[in-house]
């Protein structure tokens, strides 16, 4: 089986992975990773122009064509070269942009991400071992990738949007051979390698192989423990074979509210509720009291002006509220159909209209909503004071149960929505995000806003009634949420 750059960087992570990529990929998790890649596209896609003019090698004629096909170019001194492809004794790669000099080349990878990781080092490292193995001359490898700090105005300005950086000086393709022999070793072998985990299982990115490396392991064990512990200090319990939550707790070194998960669900505990720092939180409200929950999008380059790359952009929003304590809850709702300008003016005029000034509003998790509401006041001067007005006015749901005020041992060290709701209500089909259709998570409300234009109108319909009743949900939730400690409270 030959090398690539994809399968010799998941072979410098961890060689199993590299493996069972070959070879079992059905043993995969499904990461949900299709917008990653979609935005690794289009930022590819973007980056091309930006040395001028360009030729293309056509991916989908194969391998050897391609590699034909850029010889070809070569031989005719073609300056930018994207996608130019060569191969060496069994490797394989596909040079992002080459531009070719009368004195060698310079090869540039293109990276969708803000940053540059240990990794892409690696992945241009094996580039230029292959290529000088081709015979060319490399003076120069560069990595580029998005600017974060970029922000629209008129035209993209692709100069502005992208990060070049110059790796020449940090590559090393001395050991490019040795790695080559060893992954091709394990690639010509059956048998499954027998790496331990490691830090690669979660860095840089999740490793979609993780719960079947730990398939033998206890149930639960050290890596079900949530509570905000670091995946390295789990790790160090495991090298050290402290895997079950009695052997955790026996030897200590975890956080108290960790500790707290664990022996709620090794002696089946019943829920914890601090009343006084509920009835503390409660106080805090007044009526009337709105229930809010934004969705929204991230785009890798952005369409509107004011806005940065990867900003979420925000497009739907649910709103339940109670006018007074005890009486009826009533819902107001926002899903833009502004699907090519920019989603979130009519949604900030509408919200300012649903949410009167100095009202309370509870939300879940208020990081995302307060940012948010920053944001958008930034971007509309018309709407500022109401909307920075709306963000002062936020009392978050989540620290009850983040630190363990209210705490059910089916919430399993988490205290996300997703896992709180199913552990209060445990019999409510009407609260299970899995009875929702096409829509059940914020993902997919992304990936179905942007879908919306392409649709034609019944789907479209369906599809927008849809994620009218997902996000109903999840502020609905958050009603139920607060009844809930109200009811708690009470009880004696
Ligand atoms: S989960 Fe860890 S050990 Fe398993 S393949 Fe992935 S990186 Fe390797």
Redesign the pocket.
């Known amino acids: 089986m030959n090398l690539s750059k994809s399968r010799y960087t998941s072979g410098i992570?961890?060689e199993?992975?590299l493996w069972?990529d070959s070879y079992h990929k059905e043993l995969a998790d499904d990461m949900g990773n299709n917008s990653v890649l979609e935005n690794g596209n289009e930022v590819g896609n973007l980056a091309r122009g930006l040395f001028g003019k360009y030729k293309l090698i056509d991916f989908s004629k194969g391998f050897s064509s391609m590699i034909q096909d850029t010889k070809k170019l070569l031989d005719e001194k073609e300056n930018v070269i994207c996608e130019a492809s060569f191969y060496y004794d069994g490797n394989f790669c596909s040079v992002d942009i080459l531009k070719n000099d009368l004195d060698g080349v310079e090869i540039y990878e293109v990276k969708s991400s803000t940053d540059i990781k240990d990794i892409y080092i690696d992945d241009i490292s094996y580039q230029v071992w292959v290529l000088k193995n081709c015979g060319l001359n490399v003076k120069k490898a560069c990595i580029i990738y998005v600017n974060s700090n970029y922000i629209k105005n008129g035209e993209l300005d692709i100069y502005s949007y992208f990060n070049i950086k110059d790796v020449t000086n940090d590559i090393s393709d001395d050991n490019v051979l040795s790695y080559v022999i060893k992954f091709k070793n394990i690639l010509d072998n059956k048998n499954e390698p027998s790496?331990?985990?490691?830090k690669?299982?979660h860095s840089p990115y999740d490793?979609p192989?993780?719960h079947?490396?730990t398939r033998n392991l206890p149930s639960p064990n050290v890596f079900d423990v949530g509570c905000s512990v670091r995946f390295s200090s789990k790790l160090e319990k495991y090298y050290n074979n402290i895997v079950t939550y009695q052997d955790l707790l026996d030897t200590g070194g975890f956080n108290d509210r960790a500790c707290e998960q664990m022996l709620f669900e090794l002696n089946n505990l019943p829920p914890k509720i601090n009343k006084d720092k509920i009835i503390s939180f409660l106080e805090q409200i007044t009526y009337p009291v709105y229930f809010l929950d934004f969705e929204s999008y991230q785009a890798s380059i952005p369409t509107i002006d004011g806005t940065k790359p990867y900003q979420q952009i925000c497009f739907q929003y649910s709103l339940h509220y109670y006018l007074e304590d005890g009486v009826e809850l009533f819902h107001k709702e926002f899903l833009s159909d502004d699907y090519d300008g920019n989603p979130m003016y009519g949604l900030c005029e509408k919200l300012c209209q649903d949410i009167p000034k100095d009202s309370c509003v509870l939300v879940y998790n208020d990081s995302f909503e307060k940012t948010r509401l920053q944001e958008m006041a930034y971007l509309f001067p018309k709407f500022r004071d109401h909307l920075l007005n709306i963000k002062d006015n936020i009392i978050d749901l989540f620290p009850i149960f983040k630190k363990h005020d209210y705490y059910v041992k089916e919430m399993g060290g988490s205290a996300s929505i997703k896992k709180v709701l199913p552990a209060l209500f445990p019999n409510e089909a009407s609260l299970d995000y899995h009875n929702l259709d096409q829509v059940h998570k914020g993902d997919e409300a992304s990936s179905a806003f942007l879908s919306l234009k392409n649709l034609d109108d019944d789907k479209r319909e369906e599809l927008r009634c849809n994620m009218l009743k997902y996000c109903q949900l999840d502020t609905f939730a958050m009603v139920k949420i607060y009844d809930k400690l109200k009811e708690v409270v009470k009880k004696k």
């Open positions: 992570r961890c199993k992975l069972l790496n331990d985990l490691s690669s299982c490793c192989y993780f079947y490396c």
